[in-house]
């Protein structure tokens, strides 16, 4: 199976060349299993289930790759401690992803995974599999308590932690370790389609018969709440896009496919078109060519 993918969408080199990379291949077999598996009864509710979660995977590998290009330009500008925050962030994102598009988490789980959660899940799921070293998750651990250091207490020395490791140490070790968690997501994503694609192919759009439920879910993604309910946020541009793919698309989508021809567009329009009378300081298109070079189409 990893052959055959590497063949039609480029090799996943940065995921195949890690220290557990040999067991990349029987890894990819058993996850193609699991969700031939899965899709074995897969219905109109199921595809509605896999497009939301697609399109969730999709917005935090963008989110991940806004934050790393956002880190390396703040590193440049010397803000060490937003540094700290968006490193973090980058990391966290990149490993949500993971959990949002593999077959064996929840998706109520994985859509609300805590900071502290999130290592149990990865280790369970990826380390445990030997996908990914124990090392990955020590970098996160070590992002977290700079982040939270940055936050609280303001280390006048800026280092991010007590060996006085600094920005710049955590900077290039994220640079490596982004490109093997990104394109862990993106191969599960192409897993995901060609499972779909053998045991189900298309589905008859059936909303009609499940229109509370699809609503439901809909609702979820493209709104959110805080806890009192007395602020709510509804984007426009989610509600179109998710709304395309529920009508037009219906199942399981590479996320590389996703972000370059569907979401980088529409998160530089939106962006820019706030910033006419003013000169860019960041541009998202950085994010989009990142995750370009980063992840195989």
Known sequence: MLENIHEEYGRFEALSKSSHGPHLAEYTDALYANFCHSFKEADYKTSVIWVGRSYLAAKKILLAGICFTQAEKLYEMNFRNLTAYTLYY??????????????????????????SALPKQIRSLLVRNRIYEESTLDLLRDLRFARELHSYHLPLSASFTSDSSDGQHYLEAVREAMPRVLQLSSLTSHVA??????????????????????????????????????????????????????????????????????????????????????????????????LSSAMPV
């Open 193 to 290: 389609y060609r499972a779909w694609t053998r045991k189900v192919g298309e589905i008859d759009d059936q909303y009609d018969q499940h229109q509370l439920f699809v609503d439901e879910f809909f609702e979820s993604i493209v709104g959110r709440d805080d806890a009192s309910g007395r602020r709510m946020h509804y984007d426009s541009a989610d509600y179109y896009l998710l709304g395309y793919l529920l009508t037009r698309v219906k199942q399981p989508l590479p996320l590389s496919w996703l972000i370059e021809q569907k979401m980088s567009e529409e998160l530089e329009i939106y962006w820019q078109s706030q910033r006419e009378d003013q000169p860019f300081e960041y541009d998202p298109a950085i994010a989009s060519s990142y």
């Open 90 to 115: 980058a990391l966290f994102s990149a490993l949500s992803a993971n959990l949002l598009i593999n077959p064996h988490t929840k998706l109520s789980l994985s859509r609300s995974i805590s900071h």
